[in-house]
């Protein structure tokens, strides 16, 4: 009986161990679990290329350069820590943005700058969504961001003299239509043309406001602005193609030429007479012609008329 007590316990004493094992591996995995939700910690252009095909979380450990355009199929987050993406990408035709969100794609760029593309510094393509988060985007070519048939979502951006700010577009085999979401704030002091409409290709876009964004974009007449929330004007668009179509949070507003209020004295004054003018030269002349025969037809009657009385 004893000997049979001991081999259960023996039997028992493996299962516990193995239990005890199997938890302890368990335990061991649970930081390298950690490591991998905290994202890739990257330092340079092929370290970031490869993190992107991946997706997920990606943070700078260092500023980056840039020598050809970087773009993202999947869902990833790129956390700058005050880093930057700096381009050298040489211009040309094509895509030429430092980094762009492809159909599908949502890329959401945290605490970065990107400087000095040919083109665009970022860009969201044909369903692609773009979300920008304490960015600034400065000394790009053509634009701060392209809005190419997809979503982009302003949390807290600086343009710094780019040739334009934000350009809403629609380009060869895009089919998406361009979309602005205003989430936040937005610097445009060091920014001319801070909303740019391509009306050679769209004909109708999307702005949406969220109820606690501290800037509000709204269409007035044929310009769209960017509002303060006392609602001054901080920021205006190029002059949109007539009959374009806005869609502003659920509201679709066709463009059309500001009417401007009439002041009064623009109105016509019903109360005055109607200015005499004065005669042109040659009528004035004949005038005095006519004035001149009258008199010297009054003198002789005067004349004739002294001589009978004498």
């Excluded at 380009?171 to 920014?191: C, F, K, R, S």
């Excluded at 949406?208 to 769209?224: M, R, Y």
């Excluded at 004035?284 to 009258?294: R, S």
Aim: aromatic content about 4%; overall charge negative.
């Amino acid at each position: 009986m004893g000997k049979f007590i001991e081999r259960i316990d023996r039997k028992m004493s493996r299962k516990l161990k193995g239990v005890l094992g199997v938890l302890l591996f368990c335990a061991m995995c649970i930081p390298f679990a950690n490591a991998d939700a905290a994202g890739v910690q990257v330092a340079n252009e092929a370290e970031l290329v490869a993190a992107l095909a991946n997706g997920g979380e990606i943070e700078l450990t260092d500023s980056i350069t840039v020598t050809s355009p970087l773009s993202t199929d999947k869902e990833t987050t790129i956390k700058g820590n005050g880093h930057s993406l700096t381009s050298t990408i040489e211009a040309g035709s094509g895509n030429r943005s430092i980094i762009t969100a492809l159909a599908n794609a949502t890329l959401t760029l945290e605490n970065i700058t990107l400087e000095n593309s040919p083109k665009y510094g970022v860009q969201a393509y044909n369903g692609g969504k773009v979300i920008l988060d304490k960015v600034t985007i400065q000394n790009c070519a053509y634009g701060a961001a392209l809005i190419n048939g997809g979503t982009l979502t302003i949390k807290d951006l600086t343009m710094v003299d780019n040739k334009a700010g934000i350009e809403f577009g629609v380009g060869e085999n895009v089919t998406g239509e361009p979309a602005l979401i205003m989430d936040g704030t937005i610097d445009t002091t060091a920014q001319v043309d801070a909303v740019y409409i391509d009306n050679a290709q769209v004909t109708k876009f999307v702005v949406e406001n969220t109820e606690t964004s501290a800037n509000k974009v709204a269409l007035d007449g044929d310009v769209v602005t960017i509002n303060n929330a006392d609602g001054t004007v901080v920021a205006k668009s190029n002059t949109i193609a007539e009959g374009s179509i806005v869609e502003i949070d659920g509201n679709e507003f066709t463009s059309a030429p500001k009417v401007e209020e009439s002041t009064d004295n623009d109105q016509p004054n019903t109360d005055k007479k109607e200015e005499i003018k004065n005669p042109e030269t040659a009528d004035g002349i004949a005038l005095y012609i006519v004035m001149a025969i009258a008199g010297i037809g009054a003198m002789a009657y005067g004349t004739r008329k002294l001589v009978k009385q004498n």
